[in-house]
């Protein structure tokens, strides 16, 4: 089982965070501050292992982490995952978050932090790995982005055929849009 | 009014979103918590707004504000109202927002049932998906109970995408509600073969997950795990099912010999799974791999760059060695320098995975230079953790089965003193125990062990000097008492006790100034003793007078032990003055208060004291719940590791006669053994006299230059007399060999090996009273999945067992049959043929071509002790009533030398609950179906249930494969299908211990004998 995926940059700023097990929002800072310092203080040469802080539940657990550029990708696991499967894991992701933003760099995690979540929730479920696939992780993202595009699209559309100056056409139209999106 | 509203939310589309606020935050770093407190402000008025569109925005920023560490449970309604939409958009949105908020104690969660009811069986895949996603992260019991059947109608969808995600979450719902295990168990099967590998890979997945709890009721599983194995060429499911095997093999041994020749494979293959198979089933095995790791690390550590792939394999390599040792000691204990080599790795978590190893590679022989090398590592670390693991391995590995290597306990003393000088270590009590540990169970270090802390006391500055190191002042806790208890090995008791009543002690924590208080009392004893000795009483008064001057300091102590312990031990000296200003001796009386020796008790003593008469340990002391009631806790112990504990076996039973002999033989032992004290009354010479410690220099440290605390040349010097000691003993050997060679060639002499030095060889200077007694052995648990025991056949052979009828949803007409056989005897079980006579309305399905009343083989033979299962395909013509199949299997037998043929008649029944099919059904279908009009009623009444109202409806659904409608507080309405598309409806009441269900369904014969199979549960409890 994975227990938190944490991802930060280099001074320890959350870019992502997602626990699959409840803390309260004190702790969670806490258990990143943490992993950031324990991560942090590694050299670039050594290996992607080391065993977790106190509070996320000693040495039972391993954190398993990646540094890319300015950021860190860091996976808590227990004893079932495999080291090396949970490497080539955070690959895969970084990959796909590659392919999703094209040229993916941190800026694309700080603004778009919820498409991150939807990515993450197609290979990652629960704790448990859902996905491993890329191709098969990127279509469906893509084919849940198409369906959010279409609904907005359709909303888009409405707002440019009313105009909002004229108030007194408005009044009818923007029924109209109530009674419809309340019916979709 | 409208106009307003409509305004408003015109504007509100120009509000921030998520980006704005991102940006906001970045360009406000000054006072970033003042502007995320506007910004909450204006997301609570967005809330407030009618337009979903405005809502999902601002839970979109509270999800990122959650990121940051701000609590945005207040939100938790609006979140649902969020995921109540019916556009996809915001409700993705608003269940990514309750997956990372939501929690057990989020009193909303029981408002979004429904939702979530909804959204699984909406015709949007991405609804589903999204949906489970959200509930695998929030599920809580309730959920779980309520939920589990739609979630199981979801394995069988039809798209991929959605069965896997099915299959995922169930095992967050196992976890969260157990009994829904042993209905989807099946299910959960036929997933592992489903021909999507995404599906496939996620039944692996759990099933695994399951299997680590509790990997005995998997074991049937082995078979179908092992074709997955070699044909799978997905990594990650190869992986998983390695692990699974890592799990089941210490359970059935045969499977380690066949999985050896693949698993080979896959390590030629693919090297980078070796560090997934943990298992290691056979020495040719361990050694392919053994050699190959090795290989590895030699090669990683051979290379000048150290590149962060070669480190992982080191660590990986690493990994594994220790999962070998726990097996296989010796092979690994080859590969020592290897691993030392390690331990000077700059990567620290490679040192800290060499140093788990350390454990099982030292010997009696390498015991000193190994610590001696970590005490090196102890000086170079920085940083505590490190410094700390450090400390406690080398206490681990000294300490291991009773100090099992360790030969010189002057040189262990002297090493726990070193350590003491460890800055901020938290460990100190760990040190602390040790030494008194060591103290008390080995009498014969006691004087040194006595001088050493003597000195700990003196310089006892040292230890507190600043606060940083705290936590090693324990280890005065434990200076004190053996300086105290043993204070007769004292050589200058007067020096030790004005140390100990020094006015810097009050600094020290409570319970070891209570320590130091009591000890100096035992200390003043021993004082007066010597002193009255002589002629001179002065001496003593001073003594006295002493105590008097110093212990109102620790009278006034904050603590209240110390000052209890301060106050008592104050009025006691005064009282000693009086009467030493009386000439009178009071030394012995005094003495006499800390008179008899306090001795180490064994873990199991409570075994030796005798039960009293007329107690019956087996007997209940309250009435057994009935056997009805423990059938149903049963599934809760799904996950239960323990088996329910059986009887301990009588250690009584060992004849007084047999008693006597053994305690003879002990003594004997004792009487021959020069190094055992403990029956010797003169301890004290029998160390002394002891061969091969006679140069070990008894008290060696220089007591007139106290500030220096005896260090590292202290610890090395040992290995040197340790050497010379195992010298003279081999020449001691030798001649005895000689003679014994002698009394060979005189007569019958004994076998012995007279090789280089082997582990038995080095006879311990000291010994251990060992108090441990042998343990009784721990009981793996054993839970059965058998269930709804309709059928159960059993001889002293093999035992059928019926676990499930399910009816098959596709074609009405058939029901599967899932049988679970069991081989209980000690012989071979094949050719198994299972044959039931056909009815008129049931009849087995046989392959094309065979006769109606041919047998079935069942595809498998059963070695002794093995289960496995079976399915049986029965077509029926009418479901309306329930039916008794008789049948017989036959098998043969097979011993070594001889094999027969036997029968075993069992009787399948088939009841009317097992054409029932769990269906969903929403409460304005359903009330549609009650309205319709062509369903007949009828009815019937319990009594006497006691059970909760939730509880009830759990039994039927799971026992009769019913699901829940809709339920107002006391009332439910229920569902359930039938295979061949009968409604029936249920309203269950309770009100005190009555319960009436009112049933409706178009066919009455079937819907009466339902009831009356309901009625029976529940009059079964």
Same mark, same amino acid.
């Given at each position: 089982m994975i227990k938190a995926i944490l991802i930060f940059n280099n001074h320890g700023k959350p870019r992502l965070s997602k626990f699959y097990e409840h803390y309260n929002e004190d702790t969670e800072q806490q258990i990143i501050r943490e992993t950031f310092h324990l991560v942090s203080k590694r050299d670039e040469n050594v290996c992607n292992f080391l065993e977790g802080g106190m509070l996320i539940g000693g040495s039972d657990y391993k954190l398993i982490y990646r540094h890319y550029a300015t950021l860190y990708f860091v996976f808590c696991v227990d004893s079932s995952e495999s080291e090396l499967g949970i490497l080539d894991l955070i690959q895969v992701f970084v990959e796909t978050l590659d392919k999703c933003f094209e040229n993916v760099c941190e800026l694309d995690l700080i603004f778009h932090v919820d498409k991150v979540h939807n990515?993450?929730?197609e290979m990652v479920m629960g704790g448990m790995v859902l996905e491993t696939n890329m191709n098969e992780i990127i279509t469906q993202v893509d084919a849940q982005n198409k369906m959010e595009k279409s609904e907005v699209m359709c909303f888009v559309t409405f707002i440019n055929q009313c105009p909002c100056l004229d108030i007194c056409s408005m009044q009818g139209h923007c029924f109209a849009f109530h009674t419809a999106s309340a019916s979709r | 009014m409208a106009l307003k509203i409509v305004k408003g939310s015109i504007d509100r589309m120009f509000d921030k979103n998520l980006q704005d606020l991102v940006r906001g935050i970045r360009n406000h770093k000054e006072d970033e918590a003042k502007?995320?407190?506007?910004?909450?402000?204006?997301? %609570?008025?967005?809330?407030?707004?009618?337009?979903?569109?405005?809502? @999902?925005?601002a839970v979109c920023k509270l999800t990122y504000l959650q990121m940051l560490g701000y609590d945005v449970s207040w939100a938790a309604f609006n979140i649902v109202e969020v995921m109540s939409s019916s556009k996809f958009t915001y409700k993705r949105i608003g269940y990514l927002a309750a997956s990372q908020c939501f929690h057990e104690s989020t009193d909303v969660i029981m408002l979004t049932t429904n939702q979530i009811r909804k959204d699984l069986s909406s015709p949007n895949q991405y609804d589903t998906g999204v949906a489970l996603t959200g509930l695998s992260c929030f599920v809580t019991p309730d959920l779980a109970r309520d939920l589990a059947n739609d979630i199981m109608t979801l394995m069988s969808h039809t798209k991929p995408y959605i069965r896997k995600k099915a299959v995922l979450i169930m095992y967050k719902v196992f976890l969260k509600? !157990?009994?829904?295990?042993? !209905?989807?168990? !099946?299910?959960?099967?036929? =997933?592992?073969?489903?021909?999507?590998?995404?599906?496939?890979?996620a039944a692996v997945n759990v099933i695994c997950e399951l299997a680590r709890r509790n990997p005995k009721n998997y074991l049937s599983l082995a078979p179908l795990f092992f074709k997955l194995m070699t044909s799978s060429t997905n990594n990650w499911v190869l992986i998983k099912i390695i692990k699974l095997f890592g799990a089941l093999t210490p359970l059935e041994p045969r499977l380690g010999k066949k999985l050896i020749e693949p698993l080979t494979n896959l &390590?030629?293959?693919?090297?980078? &799974?070796?560090?997934?198979? =943990?298992?290691?089933?056979?020495?040719?095995?361990?050694i392919?791999?053994?050699?190959r790791i090795a290989v590895l690390i030699s090669l990683s550590s051979g290379m000048p760059n150290h590149s962060a792939s070669i480190q992982v394999m080191k660590y990986l390599g690493l990994l594994a060695m220790s999962k070998i040792l726990k097996t296989h000691p010796k092979s690994?204990?080859?590969? %020592?320098? $290897?691993?030392?080599?390690?331990?000077?790795? =700059?990567?620290?978590?490679?040192? $800290?995975? @060499?140093?788990?190893?350390?454990y099982g590679m030292v010997s009696k022989k390498n015991l000193m230079e190994i610590v001696k090398k970590l005490m090196l590592h102890v000086d170079k670390a920085e940083g505590t953790t490190y410094r700390d693991e450090l400390l406690t391995k080398i206490i681990d590995i000294c300490s291991q089965s009773n100090y099992q290597y360790i030969t010189n306990f002057e040189w262990y003393i002297s090493i726990l003193v070193e350590l003491t000088r460890l800055e901020g270590t938290r460990h100190g009590h760990l040190i602390a125990s040790q030494m008194l540990d060591v103290a008390i169970r080995v009498r014969a270090i006691r004087v040194? @062990?006595?001088?050493?802390? @003597?000195t700990l006391l003196d310089n006892a500055h040292l230890l507190t000097g600043n606060m940083q190191r705290m936590g090693i002042c324990e280890v005065l806790y434990a200076a004190a008492w053996i300086c105290g208890e043993f204070s007769e090995h004292l050589e200058n008791p007067m020096q030790t006790l004005e140390a100990m009543l020094r006015p810097k002690v009050a600094t020290l924590p409570g319970h070891i100034q209570a320590v130091y208080v009591q000890n100096a009392a035992k200390l003043f004893a021993t004082v007066l003793k010597n002193q009255e000795g002589n002629t001179d009483s002065t001496a003593a008064q001073e003594t006295s007078q002493l105590m008097i001057d110093r212990l109102p300091l620790f009278v006034q102590s904050a603590n209240l032990e110390v000052q209890e312990r301060a106050s008592c031990i104050l009025q006691l000296v005064k009282y000693i003055q009086k009467l030493q200003q009386k000439d009178v001796e009071v030394a012995e009386e005094v003495c006499a208060l800390f008179a008899g020796e306090l001795n180490p008790v064994a873990p199991k003593a409570q075994k030796k004291v005798p039960v009293p008469e007329g107690l019956d340990l087996d007997a209940w002391i309250n009435e057994p719940p009935s056997e009805s009631e423990s059938e149903d806790e049963q599934p809760k112990a799904i996950f239960a590791k323990e088996e329910p504990k059986h009887s301990r076996p009588r250690h009584t039973e060992v004849d007084e006669k047999e008693l006597a002999r053994r305690r003879e033989a002990r003594k004997q032992e004792q009487a021959n053994n020069p190094f055992y004290i403990k029956a010797s009354p003169s301890s004290q010479k029998a160390y002394q006299e002891a061969p091969g410690v006679e140069h070990i220099p008894v008290v060696q440290i220089d007591l007139s230059v106290p500030l220096k605390v005896p260090g590292l040349p202290m610890s090395d010097q040992y290995v040197k007399l340790e050497e010379e000691r195992r010298q003279k003993e081999r020449a001691d050997k030798k001649k005895k060999e000689k003679k014994k060679r002698k009394e060979k060639r005189s007569g019958r002499g004994r076998k012995h090996d007279s090789g280089p030095e082997s582990e038995e060889d080095i006879t311990p200077a000291h010994m251990v009273d060992i108090v441990t007694e042998e343990m009784p052995e721990v009981h793996r648990s054993c839970l059965n999945i058998t269930m709804n025991l309709k059928g159960n056949a059993r001889t002293n052979m093999i035992s059928a067992k019926v676990y499930d009828i399910q009816g098959n949803l596709q074609d009405g007409s058939q029901v599967v049959v899932s049988v679970i056989f069991e081989n209980k005897c000690d012989s071979f079980l094949k050719s198994m043929e299972f044959n039931v006579l056909d009815s008129l309305n049931s009849k087995l399905q046989r392959p094309e071509g065979s006769g109606p009343h041919d047998g079935l083989t069942v595809p498998f033979q059963l070695p002794p002790g093995v289960s496995n299962e079976a399915r049986f395909v029965f077509t029926v013509q009418s479901i309306v009533m329930p039916q %008794?199949? %008789?049948?017989?299997?036959?098998?043969?037998? =097979?011993?070594?030398d001889s094999s027969t043929h036997e029968k075993l008649d069992f009787k399948l029944h088939f009841t009317c609950t097992s054409y029932l099919i769990t269906t969903p059904c929403y409460s304005d279908a359903f009330a549609k179906l009650l309205e319709s009009g062509d369903l007949k009623c009828s009815s019937v009444r319990l009594e006497g249930v006691i059970m909760p109202f939730h509880h009830l409806l759990a039994r039927i659904c799971f026992h009769h494969h019913f699901s829940v409608v809709e339920r107002i507080d006391s009332c439910a309405s229920m569902y359930s299908r039938s295979i061949q598309g009968h409604h029936v409806c249920l309203l269950v009441k309770t009100s005190g211990q009555t319960v009436s269900i009112d049933a409706k369904c178009d066919e009455p014969t079937l819907l009466g004998n339902v009831l009356d199979e309901i009625k029976q549960t529940f009059s079964q409890c």
């Amino acid at each position: 089982m994975i227990k938190a995926i944490l991802i930060f940059n280099n001074h320890g700023k959350p870019r992502l965070s997602k626990f699959y097990e409840h803390y309260n929002e004190d702790t969670e800072q806490q258990i990143i501050r943490e992993t950031f310092h324990l991560v942090s203080k590694r050299d670039e040469n050594v290996c992607n292992f080391l065993e977790g802080g106190m509070l996320i539940g000693g040495s039972d657990y391993k954190l398993i982490y990646r540094h890319y550029a300015t950021l860190y990708f860091v996976f808590c696991v227990d004893s079932s995952e495999s080291e090396l499967g949970i490497l080539d894991l955070i690959q895969v992701f970084v990959e796909t978050l590659d392919k999703c933003f094209e040229n993916v760099c941190e800026l694309d995690l700080i603004f778009h932090v919820d498409k991150v979540h939807n990515i993450l929730a197609e290979m990652v479920m629960g704790g448990m790995v859902l996905e491993t696939n890329m191709n098969e992780i990127i279509t469906q993202v893509d084919a849940q982005n198409k369906m959010e595009k279409s609904e907005v699209m359709c909303f888009v559309t409405f707002i440019n055929q009313c105009p909002c100056l004229d108030i007194c056409s408005m009044q009818g139209h923007c029924f109209a849009f109530h009674t419809a999106s309340a019916s979709r | 009014m409208a106009l307003k509203i409509v305004k408003g939310s015109i504007d509100r589309m120009f509000d921030k979103n998520l980006q704005d606020l991102v940006r906001g935050i970045r360009n406000h770093k000054e006072d970033e918590a003042k502007y995320i407190s506007t910004c909450i402000d204006e997301i %609570k008025q967005e809330l407030k707004q009618d337009n979903i569109a405005v809502k @999902a925005n601002a839970v979109c920023k509270l999800t990122y504000l959650q990121m940051l560490g701000y609590d945005v449970s207040w939100a938790a309604f609006n979140i649902v109202e969020v995921m109540s939409s019916s556009k996809f958009t915001y409700k993705r949105i608003g269940y990514l927002a309750a997956s990372q908020c939501f929690h057990e104690s989020t009193d909303v969660i029981m408002l979004t049932t429904n939702q979530i009811r909804k959204d699984l069986s909406s015709p949007n895949q991405y609804d589903t998906g999204v949906a489970l996603t959200g509930l695998s992260c929030f599920v809580t019991p309730d959920l779980a109970r309520d939920l589990a059947n739609d979630i199981m109608t979801l394995m069988s969808h039809t798209k991929p995408y959605i069965r896997k995600k099915a299959v995922l979450i169930m095992y967050k719902v196992f976890l969260k509600y !157990p009994e829904s295990l042993r !209905p989807a168990f !099946p299910r959960l099967k036929e =997933k592992l073969e489903d021909p999507d590998p995404g599906v496939q890979s996620a039944a692996v997945n759990v099933i695994c997950e399951l299997a680590r709890r509790n990997p005995k009721n998997y074991l049937s599983l082995a078979p179908l795990f092992f074709k997955l194995m070699t044909s799978s060429t997905n990594n990650w499911v190869l992986i998983k099912i390695i692990k699974l095997f890592g799990a089941l093999t210490p359970l059935e041994p045969r499977l380690g010999k066949k999985l050896i020749e693949p698993l080979t494979n896959l &390590i030629h293959r693919k090297i980078h &799974i070796f560090s997934s198979h =943990k298992m290691l089933c056979s020495q040719s095995h361990l050694i392919v791999s053994l050699s190959r790791i090795a290989v590895l690390i030699s090669l990683s550590s051979g290379m000048p760059n150290h590149s962060a792939s070669i480190q992982v394999m080191k660590y990986l390599g690493l990994l594994a060695m220790s999962k070998i040792l726990k097996t296989h000691p010796k092979s690994v204990q080859s590969h %020592k320098d $290897l691993i030392l080599q390690c331990l000077d790795d =700059k990567d620290e978590s490679i040192r $800290l995975r @060499a140093l788990d190893l350390l454990y099982g590679m030292v010997s009696k022989k390498n015991l000193m230079e190994i610590v001696k090398k970590l005490m090196l590592h102890v000086d170079k670390a920085e940083g505590t953790t490190y410094r700390d693991e450090l400390l406690t391995k080398i206490i681990d590995i000294c300490s291991q089965s009773n100090y099992q290597y360790i030969t010189n306990f002057e040189w262990y003393i002297s090493i726990l003193v070193e350590l003491t000088r460890l800055e901020g270590t938290r460990h100190g009590h760990l040190i602390a125990s040790q030494m008194l540990d060591v103290a008390i169970r080995v009498r014969a270090i006691r004087v040194f @062990a006595v001088a050493q802390m @003597a000195t700990l006391l003196d310089n006892a500055h040292l230890l507190t000097g600043n606060m940083q190191r705290m936590g090693i002042c324990e280890v005065l806790y434990a200076a004190a008492w053996i300086c105290g208890e043993f204070s007769e090995h004292l050589e200058n008791p007067m020096q030790t006790l004005e140390a100990m009543l020094r006015p810097k002690v009050a600094t020290l924590p409570g319970h070891i100034q209570a320590v130091y208080v009591q000890n100096a009392a035992k200390l003043f004893a021993t004082v007066l003793k010597n002193q009255e000795g002589n002629t001179d009483s002065t001496a003593a008064q001073e003594t006295s007078q002493l105590m008097i001057d110093r212990l109102p300091l620790f009278v006034q102590s904050a603590n209240l032990e110390v000052q209890e312990r301060a106050s008592c031990i104050l009025q006691l000296v005064k009282y000693i003055q009086k009467l030493q200003q009386k000439d009178v001796e009071v030394a012995e009386e005094v003495c006499a208060l800390f008179a008899g020796e306090l001795n180490p008790v064994a873990p199991k003593a409570q075994k030796k004291v005798p039960v009293p008469e007329g107690l019956d340990l087996d007997a209940w002391i309250n009435e057994p719940p009935s056997e009805s009631e423990s059938e149903d806790e049963q599934p809760k112990a799904i996950f239960a590791k323990e088996e329910p504990k059986h009887s301990r076996p009588r250690h009584t039973e060992v004849d007084e006669k047999e008693l006597a002999r053994r305690r003879e033989a002990r003594k004997q032992e004792q009487a021959n053994n020069p190094f055992y004290i403990k029956a010797s009354p003169s301890s004290q010479k029998a160390y002394q006299e002891a061969p091969g410690v006679e140069h070990i220099p008894v008290v060696q440290i220089d007591l007139s230059v106290p500030l220096k605390v005896p260090g590292l040349p202290m610890s090395d010097q040992y290995v040197k007399l340790e050497e010379e000691r195992r010298q003279k003993e081999r020449a001691d050997k030798k001649k005895k060999e000689k003679k014994k060679r002698k009394e060979k060639r005189s007569g019958r002499g004994r076998k012995h090996d007279s090789g280089p030095e082997s582990e038995e060889d080095i006879t311990p200077a000291h010994m251990v009273d060992i108090v441990t007694e042998e343990m009784p052995e721990v009981h793996r648990s054993c839970l059965n999945i058998t269930m709804n025991l309709k059928g159960n056949a059993r001889t002293n052979m093999i035992s059928a067992k019926v676990y499930d009828i399910q009816g098959n949803l596709q074609d009405g007409s058939q029901v599967v049959v899932s049988v679970i056989f069991e081989n209980k005897c000690d012989s071979f079980l094949k050719s198994m043929e299972f044959n039931v006579l056909d009815s008129l309305n049931s009849k087995l399905q046989r392959p094309e071509g065979s006769g109606p009343h041919d047998g079935l083989t069942v595809p498998f033979q059963l070695p002794p002790g093995v289960s496995n299962e079976a399915r049986f395909v029965f077509t029926v013509q009418s479901i309306v009533m329930p039916q %008794k199949l %008789k049948g017989t299997l036959t098998f043969i037998v =097979k011993n070594e030398d001889s094999s027969t043929h036997e029968k075993l008649d069992f009787k399948l029944h088939f009841t009317c609950t097992s054409y029932l099919i769990t269906t969903p059904c929403y409460s304005d279908a359903f009330a549609k179906l009650l309205e319709s009009g062509d369903l007949k009623c009828s009815s019937v009444r319990l009594e006497g249930v006691i059970m909760p109202f939730h509880h009830l409806l759990a039994r039927i659904c799971f026992h009769h494969h019913f699901s829940v409608v809709e339920r107002i507080d006391s009332c439910a309405s229920m569902y359930s299908r039938s295979i061949q598309g009968h409604h029936v409806c249920l309203l269950v009441k309770t009100s005190g211990q009555t319960v009436s269900i009112d049933a409706k369904c178009d066919e009455p014969t079937l819907l009466g004998n339902v009831l009356d199979e309901i009625k029976q549960t529940f009059s079964q409890c």
